[in-house]
Structure formats: structure tokens, C-alpha cells
């Protein structure tokens, strides 16, 4: 069987073309208990709010704090164009689903050293769909 990829490639486009885009990865945490969290974007839009403040989803467009766009994949500490702490830079992390729920539960405890002054979003639910949404609209990788 032959793959035909320009027949794939343009069938996105057709889909891109006609405003479908491809629904952005789940998003699935657990709190320290070990109970599991689904994300719901469309709520995590209202929850975002918060975070807009200091983080937009366009990309390489830094506020306070960094563009958010394309930040699940990403090693922490490297958006392109944002000065970020010497500790995020060394924290070794990646910013998964987990890493990202983790550390918007208590960023000062996830990575000591960080310039985000938040204090945290204490409900696992509304971290998850936080997460859905940024996945969403700045897209994952």
C-alpha cells in the first residue's frame, strides 16, 4: 500500500480552509491525592482571565510573564524573547500536563526561585481546565 502524503497535507488544508481545526490534545492531571482531572477548555477560558493578566497566547508576546503559546513540550525557561529566572532555566522541567497542573498549584513550591509571584489555583478542576485551554488556543505541540 502506498501512503500518499500530498492527499493527507491536503486534506488539512481543506479542513484549516473550512475552519476545522484539530481538537487540541486531552488534558489529564492528578492531584496529590491521586484523583484524576479532565480538562474542559471552555471553562478554563474563564479561569484564564487570571492569568492574562501576565501571560498571553499569542506567540512570542510576553507580558509579565511569557507567551504561553506552545508552551506544553517546551522546556521550562525557554520561551524565545522572555528573560525567565535562573531557577526556571535550571529546573530541568518540560512542561507537561502534570508539570504544568503542579506548578500552578504552588509555583514557589514547584520552582523556588520563580519570578511568578501567583499565588496558585488551589481546585485541581480548575488547573486542568486551565491547562485545556491554553492547549487549545496557544496551541500544543
Known sequence: MRLDISAGL????LLLAAGIAAA??????KDA???????????????FRQCAACHKLEPGKHGIGPSL???AGRAAGSAAGYNASGQMKKSGLVWNDQNLADYLEN?????PGTKMTYAGLRKPQDRANVIAH????????
Do not use: N, Q, Y
Open 10 to 13: 491536503s486534506l488539512a488544508v
Open 24 to 29: 487540541a490534545p486531552a488534558t489529564t492531571i
Open 33 to 47: 491525592a491521586g484523583a484524576t482531572f479532565t480538562g474542559d477548555a471552555a471553562a478554563g477560558e474563564k479561569t
Open 69 to 71: 503559546h506552545g508552551v
Open 107 to 111: 509555583p514557589r513550591k514547584k520552582v
Open 134 to 141: 491554553i492547549k487549545k488556543v496557544g496551541g500544543a505541540r
